[in-house]
């Protein structure tokens, strides 16, 4: 599947108007402090928030297995990267949990606009 097919079916299995989320990823990748990288029918959307920070979204079509496979090719990804520390507003604690089975330091967030942050 295409990104904007993911995040069509993403929006829609949440309830939220689709092309209220493909704009703002748009938006945000058009200002350029944004990426989009994909595994499988899974998207992570990453906005960078410093030079070590980032806001993170995840997009899936996929079943939790191929999630958790996905999760941890991003989790490879990140870590090759200048980005230490991630942030994130999960409305699902299953993600979260998925998150540190997977390894990941997961607590409370620090900034209140977030409901969680996980060093890498």
């Not at 938006?27 to 806001?55: P, R, Y």
């Amino acid at each position: 599947m295409t990104p904007s097919e993911i995040i069509t079916a993403d929006a829609q299995q949440h309830g939220i108007d689709p092309q209220k989320v493909l704009a703002f990823v748009h938006d945000h990748i058009v200002k350029g402090h944004a990426n989009l990288t994909q595994a499988n029918n899974t998207l992570l959307f990453i906005i960078h928030l410093g030079q070590s920070a980032a806001e993170v979204h995840l997009y899936t079509v996929d079943n939790s297995v191929t999630v958790a496979k996905s999760i941890i090719h991003f989790i490879k990804i990140l870590k090759q990267s200048p980005i230490k520390v991630l942030y994130g507003k999960a409305d699902n604690p299953g993600i979260i949990v998925m998150m540190q089975k997977l390894g990941l330091d997961v607590q409370h967030s620090n900034m209140p606009q977030y409901n969680w942050m996980a060093t890498l």
